[in-house]
């Protein structure tokens, strides 16, 4: 069975959100995942090595293949992640989520009711992989998080982030 949604916010994905009182230190991060995963390959960060006050451009220049290489290595591990992070919520509360990859869906941000010239974007809702809750829970593990409780369960959710002065 499949749902329609015809009520369009920021994005759609399946996992799970976190409360805007979670500790920012307890939030899941996957560059801090994707760097791990580049270090243990042997991969050290070329921006590492930029020494202080040294002058960027030609740093650059000079170090243009390590850093090529390296942007290079960062999108492969990225696509190999399972999971993906994404904030929602507002500049003043950034909120964190974490999802499975292959189910985040970036849609244009709708009105209150359904617009009939807009397709809608069909979520598969009864048909979520079993195992998409495993891989989510793995993921924070190897961070060292507890997986959000109460009503933050893996489910399909739509969430947006605001810019606000």
């Known amino acids: 069975m499949s749902v329609s949604i015809t ?18 230190d307890r939030y899941p ?3 801090a995942a994707i760097k791990a995963i580049l270090a243990a390959a042997g991969m050290p960060d070329p921006y590492d090595a930029f020494p202080e006050g040294a002058d960027y451009a030609d740093w650059a220049d000079r ?22 992070t994404g904030t929602h919520g507002s500049n003043a509360v950034p909120t964190p989520y974490l999802y499975v ?11 209150p009711r359904a617009n009939p010239a807009m397709n809608p974007i069909h979520v598969v809702g009864r048909d979520v992989d079993p195992e998409w809750k495993t ?31």
Do not use: C, M
């Open 63 to 84: 170090h243009d293949t390590e850093i090529e290489a390296y942007l290079d290595a960062w999108t492969k591990a990225e696509a190999a992640l399972p999971v993906g």
């Open 135 to 165: 891989v989510l829970d793995t993921f924070l593990t190897s961070q060292s998080i507890t997986p959000p409780t109460g009503p933050n369960q893996p489910s399909w959710w739509s969430a947006a982030f605001e810019d606000r002065d």
């Open 101 to 111: 990859a292959g189910t985040r869906s970036d849609t244009p941000r709708g009105t």
């Open 7 to 24: 009520h369009r916010e920021t994005v759609i994905f399946y996992g799970y959100v976190f409360d805007a009182d979670t500790y920012y």
């Open 29 to 31: 991060d996957a560059t």
